[in-house]
């Protein structure tokens, strides 16, 4: 029988109580108890692979959230753990990676796209059209008017050195890739990622 | 990383120097732990503090901050006068028997070819002396002066014990035992692993600090066997994978270069990135360069990328500089050259050096915008925190947009772990509020500027026109598109010599082998080429199996390159072929083909008789003890003092830091002295911490919730601090003001006769977060880089240190 963690965890929740009742002479009265007894949260829970978001050791981990995928149910991560089978860090976390849940939920993780105009004091909250928009009209008044298209040798050389980009270190390989081809083909040069420092 | 977590379990000695495995990467440091009880292994540790990692070692050394060059060259004196090397190794895997051009020299500190003007080399002469096929020229009895082996050992002969302990302050019997240790390891059948991170990059000597180890690593027979290597701790979870894909200044994606200015043509560029192989019959695996780019040419540009147009080669940037990295970036800001900066999960006002520097630069710019999980202090550098960020807003001009995004648990996708793994992830929740991807971002702003390009026309929009962009969902493309973009297609049915088809047209290749040079082949990523193949996605296998449980693992996940996950593994076996290491064989020729756990470097069919060199991507297909033309500050390794050091340079005073090192003016301008910062300051992580991000988190926030620096007991006890008290500490940039913490942990140590105290600064103090306010790190670092890399100094700079009354609040 192939047995997901999950189920695996449903069976043993009511066995343990089973049997623990049952050792003590209750057999009956146990097994009612167990199948009365709150089940484990996580059993209910689906279960993702991730990797941790921290350092490069990439430890396995479990991130078990409520909502069954469904359209209009609201998916909630209520529990990280180390990942047993991964071959490196064999269900174990560090400090960092046993806080997963905590960065997860930080109350300073950001919810709506801000903007602030020139010269004041406070942030307000926009559209991504908005500021998609606008983004996108500043790159391209900057571009247009500081591109370099041949240098003073007139070697053609389709640079642009007067907007650059710091790329990420914990977005995915096709996130950076996606954002090379976009940097690039816009003729970006000032551009780097966390490896530098 | 050369070799994988597990492996670490193999080493017969492990050295941590330049890191601190036990704090930074706990779950990768239980694998020191297994070698330390399986195999009996000892712990080496070498570190200005008595880290936690320390605290497990058989062996702890303490040394100055900046001085690993001279350590660890003596160290390779040792070898070389102990005769403690593997001869057979060094003789057949390295370029020790290559005979070193005329011409070539050094004197007082400098190479030849040195100009004062431009601080920089004419490196001409740092070659061999190649004979008339091109063919570098071979001593294999080692008499020739002029052989490599023996200039390295004239070079490395002024770093007796006396002189390393008088400049790193390491006691001498002390660095005696650490050199016996090492030497030890010299036997076939016995590795060492060398383990480090930042310790060493964030030096302006960075590069050659861990070029000396791995020098160290080839002459005792180190790499390529089990238990063995040069093993970086990548300290972010995808920054290989950043750094693999070339997301940095001058890089393309799988470690292609970005042309630069002298390069007009195609024809012209390809010139130094054919790499003839300099010894006969090598494999110089960049030979296949034409391929890579080709086909990454064809995966951007699709039809627009002919041989007719040079592959569109025109399309791709050119460098006028060597690169426009963060220091330069930030200087240019600093002048008004930057308009516009984009930081994508990224935090420069805590990141990079000199606070002060990065907070007016930013202010000089006409628009910033952050793309994060969460709260920045770039984001909000403009706003008035205090001394922590003293501002004025409605002095500052810049347009702001804070951008929320996804984190790792709301996506998709792959991250390249240090050990070169490429493992899948999926996406758990959905992110808070209104949150996107960073790839809806990207394509977003993408579209619209194609579509105002379409419109309006502008600066050259050839490149941005004819970008491919044919993903099943354009506006937020899924990961899997990309991947096997990353991974190529055959654009044509691809035939073998006898015609027959090997690949169908559109089918997604198994390995780089299949990449072609004409236009039929598409990738976007050379390495990743057999992450993602008609039989699936690789990077999601979970198969923990491991032969001999050896550390391998080699069905979990997918490794670039090749799914190989021990580099340069040839190098494991003899020059017949058979295992230095019998009892844990990688690889080994059966009389017909290389057999064993991991996948060869190179045909499986390359007969040892062939005398084809295991390091496949040099031209020589051996290790450099010499690197030729490749280091910006020469051939071999030299010590130099930091560019703000407590010390003149014992060994050459007229030339005390790295003569190659770029320095800006008002960066020089910023450097103090030991006259007036007599303190050497060092930059680390806390193990209950990472960067700027966990100070988010509330239970980090409780576990180490402000800012400290960790002082000696004898430095406190002469300035009167007590435990827990409050201090000033001040570099010629800026001042902190925090709480001490007095340690036993870090001891002054004798340099040049004179005792010198090393003041620790934790780096993951800001103003947004769950934690208290601190000012950061950065506030006191110097803005000076890596001559190879402009990686900042971060590792070593002078402070000093007052007692002070705590914060008016």
């Known amino acids: ?14 066995g343990f109580a089973a049997s623990a009742f049952g050792a003590l002479g209750f057999a009956a009265a146990g097994l009612a108890l167990a199948s009365a007894v709150r089940p484990f949260k996580l059993a209910h829970a689906r279960e993702t692979r991730n990797t941790c978001t921290y350092c490069s050791v990439a430890c396995g981990i479990l ?18 753990e180390g990942d047993p089978d991964h071959p490196v860090n064999r269900g174990t976390l560090c400090p960092k990676g046993s806080a997963l849940l905590d960065i997860v939920h930080a109350p300073t993780r950001l919810r709506n796209p801000r903007y602030r105009a020139p010269g004041s004091a406070a942030f307000k909250d926009v559209s991504w059209d908005f500021a998609l928009d606008r983004i996108a009209r500043l790159m391209k008044e900057d571009r247009d008017k500081h591109f370099i298209a041949k240098n003073s040798k007139g070697v053609t050389v389709n640079r642009w050195t007067s907007t650059g980009m710091l790329a990420a270190s914990a977005s995915s390989s096709e996130t950076s890739f996606l954002t090379w081809k976009v940097a690039r083909s816009l003729g970006m040069v000032v551009f780097d990622n966390q490896a530098r420092v | 990383m050369t070799n994988t977590w597990q492996d670490i379990k193999n080493a017969n000695l492990v050295i941590v120097m330049g890191g601190n495995a036990a704090e930074a990467h706990p779950c990768g440091f239980k694998w020191v732990i297994e070698a330390k009880i399986e195999n009996k292994a000892k712990l080496l540790v070498v570190d200005p503090r008595f880290t936690r990692t320390a605290s497990v070692a058989d062996y702890y050394a303490p040394i100055r901050p900046g001085t690993d060059i001279a350590f660890l060259s003596g160290v390779i004196r040792y070898l070389l006068e102990k005769d403690a090397i593997q001869h057979e190794y060094v003789r057949a895997y390295t370029n020790a028997s290559l005979i070193i051009k005329d011409g070539f020299s050094f004197k007082d500190g400098l190479f030849s070819g040195y100009d004062e003007e431009t601080r920089t080399y004419d490196k001409s002469s740092w070659d061999y002396d190649l004979d008339d096929k091109g063919f570098a020229k071979v001593d294999d009895t080692w008499q020739n002066p002029r052989c490599v082996i023996n200039m390295l050992r004239e070079h490395v002969a002024r770093y007796t014990p006396e002189m390393v302990s008088r400049i790193c302050g390491t006691p001498q019997d002390t660095y005696l035992e650490v050199c016996e240790l090492i030497a030890s390891t010299a036997a076939p059948d016995k590795a060492m692993t060398s383990l480090f991170a930042l310790g060493w990059t964030q030096h302006s000597v960075g590069a050659q600090n861990i070029r000396t180890m791995a020098m160290i690593q080839l002459l005792l027979g180190n790499i390529g066997v089990a238990g063995g290597g040069m093993n970086a701790l990548r300290g972010h979870s995808n920054i290989q994978g950043l750094t693999d894909v070339g997301l940095l200044s001058d890089a393309m994606p799988g470690y292609l270069t970005l042309p630069k200015d002298g390069e007009p043509t195609f024809a012209e560029y390809m010139k130094t990135r054919q790499f003839k192989p300099l010894r006969p019959g090598q494999t110089s695996y960049w030979q296949n360069y034409n391929k890579f780019i080709i086909s990454l040419q064809k995966t951007l540009y699709g039809d627009a990328a002919q041989a007719a147009n040079d592959w569109a080669y025109d399309w791709l940037p050119k460098l006028d500089v060597p690169l426009y990295d963060i220091i330069r970036a930030f200087e240019m800001m600093t002048h008004g050259e930057i308009n516009g900066y984009i930081c994508q999960g990224f935090n420069p006002l805590q990141a990079f050096p000199d606070k002060g520097k990065i907070r007016k630069a930013l202010g000089n710019l006409k628009f910033l915008v952050t793309m994060d999980p969460l709260d920045t202090e770039t984001s909000r550098f403009w706003e008035n925190f205090g001394p922590q960020n003293p501002s004025d807003p409605a002095k500052i001009q810049t347009e702001v947009f804070q951008l929320p995004v996804t984190c790792f648990a709301e996506e998709n996708g792959s991250l390249v772990n240090s050990a070169r793994w490429l493992q899948w992830h999926w996406k758990a929740a959905d992110p808070p509020g209104d949150a996107q991807s960073d ?31 044919d993903y099943t969902n354009p506006f937020d493309p899924d ?26 047209a559109g089918q997604l290749l198994d390995g780089f082998a299949q990449l072609r040079d004409d236009g039929t082949t598409a990738a976007g990523c050379w390495i990743f080429t057999g992450s993602y193949t008609e039989r699936g996605n690789m990077m999601a296998r979970r198969d923990a199996t491991d032969p001999r449980e050896q550390g391998i693992a080699p069905n979990w996940a997918w490794a670039w390159p090749a799914n190989r996950r021990i580099l340069y593994n040839r190098a494991s076996a003899d020059v017949a072929g058979k295992p230095w290491n019998p009892v844990k064989p990688i690889l080994e020729w059966d009389g017909s083909r290389w057999v064993g756990i991991d996948t060869p470097d190179y045909t499986p069919t390359t007969k040892p008789s062939d005398s084809v060199g295991p390091f496949i991507m040099n031209a020589e297909g051996v290790g450099r003890l010499f690197a030729r033309s490749l280091m910006a500050e020469g051939p071999f390794p030299e010590h130099y003092e930091p560019l703000e050091s407590p010390s003149e340079n014992l060994l050459h005073p007229a030339v005390n830091s790295n003569p190659a090192a770029r320095v800006f003016a008002d960066d020089r301008a910023a450097f103090g002295t030991a006259k007036d910062f007599p303190y050497v300051g060092t930059t680390y992580r806390l193990t209950e911490h990472f960067h700027f991000w966990t100070k988010h988190a509330l239970i980090n926030s409780i576990l180490q919730p402000e800012e400290f620096v960790e002082i000696g007991e004898a430095l406190a006890h002469e300035k009167g601090i007590d435990q ?26 004798l340099v040049a006769g004179h005792p010198t105290h090393v003041v620790g600064v934790p780096l993951h103090w800001g103003f947004t977060g769950q934690a208290r306010k601190g000012y950061g790190a950065n506030t006191l670092t110097p803005s000076v880089g890596d001559a190879n890399t402009q990686t900042p100094e971060f590792k070593a700079f002078l402070v000093n240190l007052e007692k002070a009354s705590g914060p008016v609040s």
């Open chain 2, 724 to 749: 827990g008290g409050w201090v000033r500490v001040s570099s010629k940039r800026g001042t902190v003001v925090c709480k001490a913490y007095v340690t036993k942990r870090i001891k002054p140590l």
């Open chain 1, 63 to 80: 991130i078990y959230s409520l909502g069954d995928g469904a359209k209009n149910a609201r998916s909630d991560i209520i529990h990280i």
């Open chain 2, 479 to 504: 990961a899997e598109d990309l991947a096997k973009e990353m991974n190529g297609r055959a654009l044509t049915d691809l035939k073998d010599p006898s015609g027959a088809v090997t690949v169908h």
């Open chain 2, 439 to 469: 790839i809806f971002i990207m394509a977003g702003i993408f579209h619209r500027l194609r579509e105002m390009y379409r419109k309006e026309g502008g600066a050259f929009p050839d490149a941005l026109l004819n970008l491919r962009w």
């Open chain 1, 1 to 14: 029988m192939q047995l997901s963690r999950r189920s695996f965890l449903k069976i043993t929740g009511a």
